[in-house]
């Protein structure tokens, strides 16, 4: 299994790519910067569900794993990329992961 503390060091790499690209597209320059996908990369070191939804027809949705809410918990939590929040994100993510089998986490939303 992965450390956190390199999961961290990719989070905090995430934010500063992404501080970075707002910052310009503010601005009205989009950089165009090639989209790596690192948060997918710490979900799957995580055990997040891979995503099932980009080949499913809407009415069954309801009944594939979606990772939508992960971005979204991304950019609530981490305000400034630092290791505390990082840290947060991969704590929450843990806790929501032992609700999937159960209950759906709070952060989740259906596509």
């Known amino acids: 299994m992965t450390s956190d503390r390199f999961l961290i060091a990719v ?41 099932e939804t980009a080949d499913v027809p809407y009415e069954k949705l309801p009944d594939v794993f979606c990772r939508d809410w992960t971005y979204d918990l991304f950019d609530k939590i981490i305000q400034n990329g630092s290791e505390q929040e990082c840290q947060k994100f991969i704590d929450t993510i843990r806790q929501d992961i032992k609700q999937i089998e159960g209950e759906k986490p709070s952060h989740y939303q259906n596509a």
């Open 11 to 51: 989070l905090k790499a995430l934010h500063s790519i992404s501080a970075f690209e707002k910052r310009f597209l503010t601005a009205g320059i989009d950089m165009n910067i090639p989209d790596v996908d690192l948060l997918e990369s710490v979900l799957d070191e995580l055990g997040v569900p891979r995503d």
